[in-house]
């Protein structure tokens, strides 16, 4: 989120009004002092830091953590039904979800979307892996701020690094395992 440029005149008013105009990905919003919690704070994380702990929810109401994956590579994957590139993406995440046990990989796609527009997108769409619905928590912990946007954590919770493409995965859990 960042706050939004405005002009002289709209300054002012906002300061007259104790009003701040605020931007997400999706939308904007005035939020006056009283609201201030609903802002949301974007972290940036490093290579090595722990990944940030989260408990989501797939479609049946089943309970994911990031804990579930301890001992195990975790590419998680921030995505959404009207993102094109995320849905380019599928086969390629498809294909890897394919070899990756012989990897210790787990691939978690977490989805910014509503249950019903999610659940229209995989009666129609095969998906190999596991699908949970995001949170904003969790879109902001992680940093979130466009999609296509995926991290690969490490065996034991750290972040190993940002990934823009895809076929990168099992190279650096190559060289992570030497």
């Not at 995989?122 to 596991?130: E, G, I, M």
């Amino acid at each position: 989120i960042r706050l939004a440029q405005q002009h002289k005149e709209d300054r002012d008013l906002s300061l007259k009004y104790n009003r701040w105009l605020i931007s997400d990905y999706y939308d904007s919003w005035y939020v006056q002092s009283g609201e201030a919690r609903k802002m949301l704070t974007f972290h940036h994380l490093e290579k090595g830091q722990d990944a940030p702990a989260f408990t989501l929810t797939t479609l049946n109401k089943e309970s994911v953590k990031l804990t579930d994956y301890s001992g195990k590579y975790l590419l998680i994957d921030f995505w959404g039904t009207r993102c094109s590139k995320c849905i380019e993406e599928i086969p390629e995440l498809n294909k890897l979800s394919m070899e990756a046990s012989q990897y210790d990989l787990e691939i978690l796609s977490i989805a910014k979307d509503k249950e019903n527009t999610l659940q229209r997108f995989l009666d129609t769409n095969d998906l190999k892996y596991k699908i949970v619905l995001a949170t904003n928590k969790v879109v902001s912990a992680y940093g979130v701020t466009s999609y296509p946007e995926k991290y690969l954590i490490d065996k034991s919770g750290k972040l190993l690094r940002k990934i823009k493409n895809i076929k990168d995965v099992i190279p650096i859990i190559k060289e992570d395992g030497n």
